[in-house]
T-cell receptor, first 114, second 111 residues
Framework: KAGVTQTPRYLIKTRGQQVTLSCSPI?????VSWYQQTPGQGLQFLFE???????NKGNFPGRFSGRQFSNSRSEMNVSTLELGDSALYLC?????????????FGSGTRLTVV | DQQVKQNSPSLSVQEGRISILNCDYT??????FLWYKKYPAEGPTFLIS?????DKNEDGRFTVFLNKSAKHLSLHIVPSQPGDSAVYFC??????????FGAGTRLTVKP
């Protein structure tokens, strides 16, 4: 079966702009989580969605937001981009809410802010 | 706040020898621990996990040890192979909620 699909793979944006990233989970998976990976910081949790509702949120400013649609696809939006937002953004899906059910990661979207 | 720490950014071992990757955590509510492996340009892939009710879990060449009193876990790879060269992330979860990751350790296995 198809894995977790993230689009686009690469993105270059200018400071002050906004960006939307997309994640299509594995068919049947209802939970989607987003992570930011930067050198030296590892993966930092952004938020988790389950059944179109945000269930958990990490320690990121309000410029970072997300949503989940009825088909479980999820989007993440970052407004007023800053240079420090340059990172690899990873999406992970799970059959149900919670890590014990197993997370499968996508290949990520590499965002560069110039 | 870094609740999960991997203090060694890199590790280099010879093929056939043991690789030991370490991870420390601060949150005593963590009850489930995982290791992920990541190759460049790919997302992390699950390797092995352990529940806080156990102190050891083994899967082939990979063994994870958990020391709850020290809030420490380690991943042992025996024998190490060149294909194991990747970045390894330690992760922890409290009550089946989201995962918190360490910064990763880059393992290089030399032929």
């Amino acid at each position: 079966k198809a894995g977790v699909t993230q689009t686009p793979r690469y993105l270059i944006k200018t400071r002050g702009q906004q960006v939307t990233l997309s994640c299509s989970p594995i068919s049947g998976h209802r939970s989607v989580s987003w992570y930011q990976q930067t050198p030296g910081q590892g993966l930092q949790f952004l938020f988790e969605y389950f059944s179109e509702t945000q269930r958990n949120k990490g320690n990121f400013p309000g410029r970072f937001s997300g949503r989940q649609f009825s088909n479980s696809r999820s989007e993440m939006n970052v407004s007023t981009l800053e240079l420090g937002d340059s990172a690899l953004y990873l999406c992970a899906s799970s059959p149900r809410q919670g890590v014990a059910y197993g997370y499968t990661f996508g290949s990520g979207t590499r965002l560069t802010v110039v | 706040d870094q609740q999960v720490k991997q203090n060694s950014p890199s590790l280099s071992v010879q093929e056939g020898r043991i690789s030991i990757l370490n991870c420390d955590y601060t949150n005593s509510m963590f009850d489930y621990f995982l290791w992920y492996k990541k190759y460049p340009a790919e997302g992390p892939t699950f390797l092995i996990s352990i529940s806080s009710i156990k102190d050891k879990n083994e899967d082939g060449r990979f063994t994870v040890f958990l020391n709850k009193s020290a809030k420490h876990l380690s991943l042992h790879i025996v024998p190490s192979q060149p294909g194991d060269s990747a970045v390894y992330f330690c992760a922890a979860s409290a009550r089946n909620n989201d995962m918190r990751f360490g910064a990763g350790t880059r393992l290089t296995v030399k032929p």
